[in-house]
């Protein structure tokens, strides 16, 4: 057996092998708009004992580089899928969706196209679905959002907590206004893949005891849910006397079983040939307004972002100052191959710019997630580096997949202006990548 992952079909069944130490076995069982896996991911081993693999996605613009048009296309595939099964509404745009998604280069712009009567209350989960979820939200005419997140403000209570428990950093909170949930709305529940529903199920109680409601739905690109933990929702909903719904883009069954331990994580000494590469700072304030509040180390955060919410008009708002400004960033484009790196939660803005950006850009954020590297065909890690956070020295931040020489460009997104020192173990090790060009971009200052 080759120390690659390997793909087999039999029918609906698909195996993965991970490196000669796990397989992963899947049967899917519902896939309504006949999506290939292949589109949607690949996978990886987890530096994590909680939980053995990661579905490294292909649209999600995370663990890997991904045109950033892609990412905004899967949330409205999944908002149409949500439009059709579960409020049985006509979606005539979904034909044209699925057409895109199927296309190496899709020219896709995100657009409204839920009617207004349909008015919930959508959250996205942090770190890694902030984007997804705030581009589902971009699909609605009349709708508010926000993402949970990691962050803790001074001064501030969250309105709820709650836990992730299989995650790197597993505490979610939710720092938002009281009438956002003092409400009968339904709530949507937007993450990238559920492997157990554990967590959905976790929020649901939390923000249950303080806001009951009667309607819950649970939206994911992947749903992975056993019989036996989607018969937790079900006793879930007789429990509370509510009703979840469940929307994914591919539903089926996972087993998975470890066979072999993987080796002890080789450190990458690659050395590299001196390569000349320019450094520009560049700001983004004008555009964009601080919140009152900041972080635990004083660092301001933005009022647009989703994490204090946000409603739809405020949003065609935000799209109109996401587009000025990304005109500021194509002035300063120099490169014919460009990609842009949002910041851990910080997703969904840089994602927006770069799909604005022009050309050849590729987007992808840095992860808390330790990952085993390893660069052999097919896996899902094969590159990566590890530096700690310019915003939160405290806190490591992780970039996989991108190979020295791939880009000459590099624009990386931090949500606020940090101090140059802190800057230099990131730009330490963006340097070996050979690029010719890096811009830093802020978008709020530190003293607002």
Not at 104 to 130: D, L, M
Not at 365 to 389: E, L, M
Request: net charge negative; proline share 3%; aromatic share 10%.
């Amino acid at each position: 057996m080759k120390d690659t992952q390997i793909l087999t079909l039999s029918k609906k069944t698909y195996t993965y092998t991970i490196l000669d130490a796990i397989t992963i076995d899947i049967e899917v069982a519902t896939n309504p708009y006949q999506l290939q896996l292949e589109e949607l991911f690949t996978m990886a081993a987890r530096i994590n004992k909680k939980r053995s693999f990661l579905f490294v996605s292909k649209v999600l613009g995370k663990h890997l580089p991904i045109d950033p048009q892609k990412g905004l296309l899967v949330a409205a595939l999944l908002a149409a899928r949500y439009a059709e099964s579960i409020k049985d509404l006509e979606c005539p745009v979904r034909e044209k969706l699925v057409e895109l998604f199927g296309q190496n280069k899709a020219k896709f712009e995100s657009h409204a196209f839920i009617e207004e009567k349909v008015n919930p209350v959508i959250i996205g989960f942090a770190e890694t679905a902030t984007a997804l979820g705030h581009a589902f939200f971009d699909c609605f005419e009349n709708a508010e959002y926000f993402h949970t997140t990691r962050e803790e403000l001074t001064g501030k209570t969250p309105l709820i907590t709650f836990e992730e428990e299989h995650s790197h950093a597993t505490s979610h909170r939710c720092y938002i206004p009281l009438e956002l949930l003092n409400n009968n709305r339904e709530i949507i529940l937007v993450d990238d893949e559920m492997t157990t529903g554990k967590t959905a199920i976790n929020i649901i109680q939390s923000i249950h005891a303080q806001f009951p409601r009667d309607e819950y739905t649970v939206v994911s690109i992947l749903d992975w849910r056993s019989d036996a933990n989607k018969q937790q929702f079900k006793q879930l909903e007789k429990t509370l006397g509510i009703k979840i719904n469940s929307v994914s883009l591919i539903a089926g069954n996972v087993e998975v079983n470890e066979i072999n331990k993987l080796q002890e994580q080789e450190n990458c000494k690659d050395s590299f040939s001196n390569h000349e590469t320019t450094i520009k700072f560049l700001s983004l304030s004008t555009f964009f307004e601080n919140a009152a509040v900041t972080t635990k180390n004083n660092m301001p955060l933005m009022k647009a972002t989703g994490r204090f919410g946000i409603d739809s008009r405020a949003n065609t708002n935000l799209h109109q100052k996401i587009n000025s400004a990304s005109e500021v960033l194509r002035q300063h484009r120099t490169g014919e191959k460009t990609l842009c790196i949002g910041t851990g939660e910080f997703m969904y803005i840089p994602m927006k710019l770069a799909a604005a950006m022009g050309e050849n850009v590729f987007y992808q954020s840095t992860t808390r997630s330790p990952i085993y590297i390893k660069d052999v065909q097919d896996y899902g890690a094969k590159h990566g580096f590890q530096f700690p956070n310019p915003e939160d020295q405290s806190v490591s931040h992780f970039v996989y997949n991108i190979a020295p020489g791939t880009y000459d460009e590099l624009f990386f997104f931090l949500e606020r202006e940090v101090a140059r020192e802190d800057l230099k173990p990131l730009l330490d090790q963006v340097e070996k990548l050979q690029l010719k060009s890096i811009k830093i971009v802020f978008f709020v200052h530190e003293k607002g």
